[in-house]
């Protein structure tokens, strides 16, 4: 049975991933949202994220460290993760990212309660809670929800600034 501290992780992932998917409906895909990124780029970023997260669970489950090199520079791996999805076209893109939402939550849901409490590195050397870990990435994917709203307000003209 999962904690109350992991039911309340999972249930505001959800929340806010569900917060993101109805703002799909009403995107352009091929309008830019930031310079350079339309949402297909902002989604390849965010499943980058989500990428980096759910290696980082599984090597702390099994006990190792994560076998994603140091992040030094976070612009080099937004850049980074995002290119590796250019060629792909946005249903495939979209696709991903919802897949790799389901892998994360399944981790976080079977992982073991001993394992769930004890702090894990993370790829850029820190050492933190899984619940400030998933938290983290749940409050960035937020931060890019808002920026959406805003964007929508005028769709014609992209955000002041690329990603995070």
């Not at 339309?38 to 006990?63: C, F, N, P, Q």
């Not at 409490?117 to 890019?144: N, Y």
């Amino acid at each position: 049975m999962p904690t109350p501290e992991r039911t309340s992780i999972l249930r505001r992932l959800d929340e806010t991933r569900q917060s993101i998917e109805e703002l799909l409906l009403k995107i352009d895909p091929a309008k830019p949202i930031y310079p350079g990124w339309t949402i297909k780029e902002l989604l390849a970023h965010m499943t980058g994220w989500d990428d980096v997260t759910i290696d980082s669970l599984r090597a702390h489950v099994g006990g190792r460290p994560p076998s994603q090199e140091a992040i030094h520079s976070l612009d080099e791996y937004n850049a980074r993760t995002v290119a590796s999805r250019q060629d792909l076209d946005y249903d495939l893109v979209r696709k991903e990212w919802r897949l790799t939402r389901l892998v994360l939550r399944t981790i976080i849901e079977q992982m073991p309660d001993e394992k769930f409490i004890e702090p894990l590195f993370v790829p850029w050397g820190e050492k933190t809670t899984v619940a400030s870990l998933v938290d983290m990435f749940r409050c960035h994917e937020q931060e890019h929800a808002h920026d959406i709203r805003k964007w929508l307000e005028d769709p014609d003209k992209p955000l002041g600034k690329e990603g995070y």
